[in-house]
């Protein structure tokens, strides 16, 4: 009788949850613990108010920089990382939410009196409490696949995030891993509703009206854009371009009018090859109608480098060797144009110590000490926020091209130093035009919008020195991108968004 009895029950209790319906939920994600209520604080109160279950995130351990209390310098690390977890907790306990940690390191941890950032050498000697570094985390597939388990754990209706391209680096990288990690959950099945990216900032490229625009169409409130929505399709890889991409002039032809006599264009790729792959063809034409070129590369180049065994294997090649490698290609490369590049030399996410692979959280990085000027980040901890001002400053360039946010970690921080360099050029006195972004490839964040590009450039006749100058990347296998291959018969169009003009004040 008791067994059937609790037989009964579990039978009742599948019955009434069968009847309920699964919990609904709310995820809000943030990169420190202060975010949690400052990003959502008012949407989780609705949405849980309504029977919503409420999940609160947070990526990093602690928020570096920031004093323990008032007025007062910021304490040991450690201690700053308890206080953090004690403010989520507070935070989820008065929205009656769950409080869930990542663990991902700061950019920066505070080291006596002053700061150790990734890929230092100190920073592998204090070897701080945390997993990945939150500004190369996006590249870390353990990070995302954690975070995706999350959502898959709780098929979350809503998750609420940062913005791409928001002032503040972290909450930038933050938005990005969220991204990630809800594209593979829904791989993996989840139930999912829709992502918000919060729509406003201050001092980030979100912040520029000529990026935003593209959000616009997908704004659901006046503080979150809904950048995904796993209602609708998944958009099949060919309709993520502008239709037919390379033969059709979607916008007006480049003019531009300088007070040179001879303008400055610069080329900023972060690998050696990208300035070939997504803009050389433009690079090519200014050069021909006589503007002065230059062509920056913003990584070391410690990665990227295979050799190829039999049946398909492949073997990385070791950090140095790469280097050198992978930078004679580029400089190869750049001669075809009448060139010379500029290395920033900021660090790859990873580089090979023989066949292992290091990334800048393991202990090795700091022994190892490879060459390099910090992370491939705007953050302030590196030197690359200053180099590529610098080198701005130095030539003002009449125009700027470089990485929209994108796939790959590299080439999305690439863009958004450019972006900060540029205007704190600017700021600074600098006399620079505009800085454009290309569009047509594969652009994640935007798969619910569509980018419509303000200048299309007729790179038909440009395209064969281009080609010619591709070829020098054989580590790339450069040989086998037949997509950038000319085609006798066939237009080719580079098209790009213009996302901060200063012409006017020339």
């Known amino acids: 009788m008791r067994a059937l009895f609790a037989l009964a029950a579990v039978t009742l209790g599948l019955t009434l949850q069968a009847a309920v ?9 943030g990169a420190h613990a202060d975010d949690l209520e400052s990003l959502a604080g008012a949407s989780v109160a609705k949405y849980i108010a309504r029977g919503y279950k409420g999940i609160f995130a947070v990526l990093t351990t602690h928020r570096a920089g920031a004093p323990l209390t008032p007025g007062k310098l910021e304490g040991d690390p450690l201690e700053a990382i308890q206080l953090h977890s004690e403010a989520a907790i507070a935070a989820a306990r008065r929205y009656r939410a769950t409080p869930v940690f990542f663990n991902l390191h700061p950019t920066r941890i505070r080291h006596g009196r002053s700061f150790a950032f990734t890929g230092s050498p100190w920073w592998s000697r204090f070897m701080p409490p945390g997993t990945w570094d939150i500004s190369a985390a996006p590249a870390r597939r353990p990070v995302v696949n954690a975070v995706a388990a999350l959502l898959v754990e709780h098929n979350p209706e809503l998750v609420l995030t940062h913005g791409i391209g928001e002032g503040d680096i972290e909450h930038h990288s933050g938005a990005d891993i969220v991204y990630r990690a809800w594209t593979e959950a829904r791989r993996r099945g989840a139930r999912l509703g829709q992502l918000w990216f919060r729509s406003k900032d201050s001092s980030g490229m979100l912040s520029e009206a000529s990026f935003r625009r593209f959000f616009e169409p997908a704004r659901v409130t006046d503080d979150f854009f809904a950048l995904a929505d796993a209602r609708e399709p998944e958009i099949e890889q060919q309709d993520r371009r502008f239709g037919p991409q390379w033969e059709t002039a979607l916008a007006p032809p480049f003019t531009y009018r300088s007070s040179r006599s001879q303008p400055v264009v610069m080329a900023v790729g972060a690998h050696c090859d990208d300035i070939e792959v997504q803009t050389g063809g433009t690079l090519v034409n200014l050069l021909r109608q006589g503007w002065k070129g230059l062509y920056v ?9 295979y050799l190829r065994g039999g049946e398909g294997s492949t073997f990385p090649v070791d950090g140095l060797e790469t280097i050198q490698v992978r930078q004679e290609e580029g400089r190869r490369a750049a001669a075809m144009f009448g060139l010379e590049p500029h290395y920033l030399n900021l ?8 066949r292992q692979q290091i990334t800048m959280e393991d202990e090795e990085w700091g022994l190892y000490d490879p ?12 030197k690359g926020l200053e180099l590529m001002t610098a080198l701005l400053e130095q030539h003002e360039p009449d125009l700027v091209i470089a990485h929209l ?3 790959k970690p590299e080439h999305g921080q690439s863009g958004d130093l450019v972006y900060r360099a540029f205007k704190q050029a600017t700021a600074r006195g600098a006399r620079l035009g505009q800085l454009w972004m290309p569009v047509g490839r594969f652009l994640p964040y935007f798969q619910r919008v569509r980018l419509h590009p303000d200048i299309s450039i007729d790179v038909t006749e440009d395209n064969r020195l281009n080609w010619e100058a591709l070829q020098h990347h054989v580590s790339q296998n450069a040989a086998g991108m037949i ?12 098209h790009f968004i213009i996302i901060v003009d200063n012409t006017g004040h020339r």
Not at 21 to 29: D, M, Q, Y
Not at 371 to 382: A, I, K, L, R, W
Request: no cysteine; aromatic share 6%.
């Open 21 to 29: 319906g699964p919990e609904k939920a709310i995820v809000v994600i």
């Open 297 to 305: 590369v913003t990584t070391n180049n410690t990665a990227g480098n």
């Open 347 to 354: 660090h790859e996410l990873v580089f090979y110590l023989g």
């Open 371 to 382: 060459p390099g000027n910090g992370p491939v980040t705007s953050s302030p901890e590196g």
């Open 405 to 407: 946010l994108s796939d």
């Open 483 to 494: 997509g950038m291959k000319p085609q006798p018969g066939k237009k080719r169009y580079e």
